[in-house]
């Protein structure tokens, strides 16, 4: 069968594949730790269950507005305003099926063939492939550790041309957790306002932050910057909903229509049920959160240590998100290679860092259990040791 070429143009996503090969051996009994997936270990929030189980129970199972239940959508708007200072409407919103769907359909609703869209790496790894797909360019702005893996002003100027549409943000960081800070915010916002192009903030991380570290949503720093700013977000890593699939974009309405009528040929709508677990996540006590994040906070710590203790390995602290993205350019490796034999070795999954465009490193989810994260770090360390 001759498939579409676009399809040849993208690879699987190897996150993806990675968890479900970890979990796999799991199901077959061998005891792997995996760090491969970012996906909280937590149950949903009680709660959260039981008012889509209520929904479930009084029949919301029926097809929805494509945009989302209007009481979600207005929940979002409000839930906007009050954490991150921006002025939405229902009618700016749209939910999806997860981040990766709001991102997807933001990417399917802007990008025309040739358009380019500036994407600093390392970077999430289906950022390049959405734009792909949508026949657009991504123009990939290398970063290292000596910016702490932020693009700088600079760069992004020097990569802006006339064939410009978007630039993506994503802070806190997937992979690396760092955090723009409210400066460089600042800076980008205004290279943003004075070349007009449009800025996608992905903020599926934001209430993952360390250490009193504050994230500035871009949009909130006036009103040219809010009007070229969409934002993409969702429940899965706050809530830890991931399987639930519920996200959402919010951004000015033309733009916002545009990915409804996408939707309403595509997917229809959400889970009907599931939307009402949200609603329940976004009006109900935020403790849950709090909760995940003080467990996070004393995960990244142990892990921190236990990386930067072995010999040959750096990694420097990360303010978000609950990755680590260590160099192991001094075990000889690359990451594909490392990451194959450690799993085939010691039974540990790690994402390799070229799926992120950092082949000299790895990234290491720890958003897992303390148990394993020790049993898998003794076993990493063991690795580690045998290659330097
Ligand atoms: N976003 C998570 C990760 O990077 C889940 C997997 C995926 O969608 O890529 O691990």
């Known amino acids: 069968m001759k498939l579409a070429q676009r399809v040849s143009q993208v690879a699987p ?20 730790c995996s760090f491969s997936a970012g996906e909280p270990d937590f149950d949903s929030p009680a709660h959260v269950k039981a ?61 025309e063939p040739g358009d380019e869209v500036i994407i600093p790496a390392p970077y999430w790894l289906s950022y390049p492939e959405m734009v792909t797909l949508a026949g657009g360019v991504s123009v990939i702005v290398p970063t290292d550790v000596s910016t702490g893996y932020k693009i700088t002003p600079e760069q992004l100027r020097k990569s802006i041309t006339p064939k410009t549409k978007l630039f993506i943000l994503n802070s806190p960081s997937n992979p690396t957790g760092m955090v723009y800070t409210p ?22 991380y934001e209430k993952i932050l360390y250490d009193g570290v504050k994230q500035v949503s871009i949009g909130s720093l006036g009103p040219e910057i809010f009007e070229r700013t969409i934002i993409s977000n969702g429940f899965a890593k706050a809530y830890s909903m991931t399987g639930w699939r519920i996200g959402y974009l919010a951004g000015p309405i033309d733009l916002i229509k545009a990915t409804i009528t996408i939707q309403s040929h595509s997917v229809s709508n959400v889970c009907t049920f599931a939307q009402y677990g949200a609603i329940a996540a976004l009006e109900g006590s935020q403790d849950c959160v709090e909760e995940m994040l003080q467990a996070f906070a004393k995960r990244r710590e142990v892990m921190y240590e236990r990386l930067n203790a072995i010999p040959g390995l750096s990694c420097p602290k990360p303010d978000g998100a609950f990755y680590l993205f260590p160099d192991i350019s001094k075990t000889g490796l690359k990451s594909l290679d490392f990451s194959n034999r450690l799993l085939e070795k010691e039974q540990v999954a790690v994402i390799p860092g070229i799926a992120f465009a950092g082949d000299d490193n790895i990234r290491l989810s720890y958003a897992t259990d303390m148990a394993t994260i020790e049993k898998g770090m003794d076993r990493f360390e063991k690795f580690v040791k045998s290659l330097i």
Request: without cysteine; glycine residues 6%.
């Open 51 to 111: 008012a889509a189980q209520k929904a479930l129970d009084e029949g919301k199972t029926k097809y929805g507005p494509a945009s989302g239940e209007p009481k979600l959508r207005e929940a979002i708007a409000r839930k906007l305003k009050t954490d991150n200072g921006l002025d939405y409407k229902a009618e700016n919103v749209i939910v999806t099926n997860g981040g990766k769907h709001s991102l997807f359909n933001l990417i399917l609703a802007l990008i």
């Open 183 to 204: 400066e460089e915010i600042q800076a980008i916002a205004q290279i943003i306002v004075e070349t007009d192009i449009l800025v996608v903030s992905d903020e599926i």
């Open 13 to 32: 996503s190897i996150t993806l594949a990675i968890a479900a090969k970890a979990k796999a051996m799991k199901a077959e009994g061998i005891d792997v």
